[in-house]
Each structure stands twice: as structure tokens, then as C-alpha cells.
């Protein structure tokens, strides 16, 4: 969290998370690392209100200032494609998915 906190207060300092956008389990299974929700025992190092940038290999989702619906629907578009529609079926069943996003 330092450096993010150190990036998000620098002057012209940018936050960036980064990471793939889908990995292989133990099992050998593939799965996305963009998650509907979090699940017990996930730890959580960086609070939603410092986390300025979240990038994959599909794109960079900017992420200050927006609301939760707005969160998801970035979140989605840098999953990977074939977890995409998944992912918006579980936001629209939280509740964080609007008939306006982009789709």
C-alpha cells in the first residue's frame, strides 16, 4: 500500500495495479483474476479510494472517482473476453450493473 499511497500523493504521480487478466489454477484450470466479488480470506491491500489505474492485457481501466456500477463495467472490459459475460451476470444480480452500460 506504500506505493500506491507514495504514487497516488506524488506530483503527477500515477497509481497503477497490474496484472493478467486470466491464470491457471492448481488443477489446470484457467479462470479470470477479475472477480465478481471477493470471497473469505482475501486479503485486500489497496482500498478502492487509491486504487487509480488497474491494467491487464486487454486494456487500463481508470477507476478514480467513479461509482460502483462504473467500477464494474471497467473492471469488465479488461477481463479477459470469454469471462466477460459471466462477469456481468453476476453484476447484474448485485445490483451494480445498469441497462445503459455498454453491451
Keep these: 500500500m506504500d506505493f500506491v ?13 497490474t496484472m493478467p487478466a486470466e491464470f491457471t489454477d492448481k488443477n ?3 479462470r479470470s483474476t477479475i472477480k465478481a466479488k471477493f470471497t473469505d480470506g482475501d486479503i ?4 478502492r479510494s ?5 491494467a491487464t492485457e486487454y486494456g ?7 461509482t460502483t456500477w462504473q ?3 471497467s473492471l469488465i472490459n479488461i477481463a ?7 462477469l456481468i451476470k453476476a453484476a447484474d ?6 441497462k445503459s452500460n455498454q453491451r
Design 5 to 17: 499511497t507514495g504514487a497516488y500523493l506524488a506530483d503527477h504521480g500515477r497509481s497503477f495495479l
Design 28 to 30: 489446470g484450470n484457467k
Design 44 to 47: 485486500i491491500t489497496t482500498p
Design 50 to 54: 487509491q486504487t487509480q489505474y488497474i
Design 60 to 66: 487500463v481501466a481508470f477507476m478514480s472517482g467513479k
Design 71 to 73: 467500477r464494474a463495467e
Design 80 to 86: 479477459a473476453p470469454q469471462y466477460r459475460e459471466e
Design 93 to 98: 444480480e448485485q445490483h451494480i450493473w445498469r
